[in-house]
């Protein structure tokens, strides 16, 4: 047992004399390494932060150009449904109709479904040009396929309803793809 108390007592001994661990020169190491962490998480949260910035800047802008593209495209798909419909009251104002009666004999023809499809066939933005009575009924269509909800074209009826309705998006009966409705209505007066 000696041999182990001279041991600890020189341990001790050294102790001594460079001091605890917890003397000035070791609180100087701690306190270094402390203020080595904070800064390495400070620089990380700066970095972090200027990332994040700098991504949200970039969805900004992706948006902000989505959101012109799409507008563009709106604006040419309804110029181009306006010059469809144009197109059609030509063609209805060149037969030279003077009655309600003469317009919807004239529209049932298979020559004005064939008149509509040949507009229809370099717009691949409209799909599909049907034409409906006051009454809601379908007159003529591009399509042979089944005519939109009825619904839509209620808006029209009413006298003091506007010249142009704009439906809410909805799936094709046919075809399942999300499609909005654009009625016109020409008043005869």
């Given at each position: 047992m000696s041999h182990l108390d001279t041991l600890l007592e020189g341990q001790l001994a050294r102790r001594r004399h460079h001091g605890s661990f917890w003397s000035s020169s070791g609180r100087g190491i701690l306190v270094v390494a402390?203020?080595?962490?904070?800064?390495?998480?400070?620089?990380?949260?700066?970095?972090?932060?200027?990332i994040y910035r700098d991504?949200?800047?970039d969805w900004?802008?992706?948006?902000?150009?989505?959101s012109l593209t799409t507008a563009a495209h709106a604006q040419q798909t309804l110029v181009a449904t306006d010059l469809v419909l144009r197109s059609m009251l030509d063609w209805?104002?060149?037969?030279?109709?003077r009655s309600e009666t003469e317009f919807v004999e004239a529209v049932k023809?298979?020559?004005?479904?064939e008149a509509m499809r040949d507009r229809l066939a370099g717009l691949p933005q409209v799909s599909v040009a049907s034409i409906f009575s006051k009454e809601g009924h379908l007159l003529n269509s591009s399509s042979d396929l089944p005519p939109p909800p009825i619904d839509i074209f209620l808006a029209q009826v009413g006298p003091n309803s506007p010249p142009v309705s704009i439906s809410r998006a909805l799936p094709d009966s046919s075809t399942k793809r999300w499609t909005f409705y654009w009625v016109f209505r020409e008043s005869s007066g």
């Open positions: 402390a203020l080595n962490i904070v800064l390495l998480w400070g620089v990380t949260g700066a970095v972090l932060w200027q991504e949200v800047d900004k802008r992706t948006a902000a150009n989505f209805v104002a060149d037969e030279d109709i023809r298979r020559r004005f479904h």
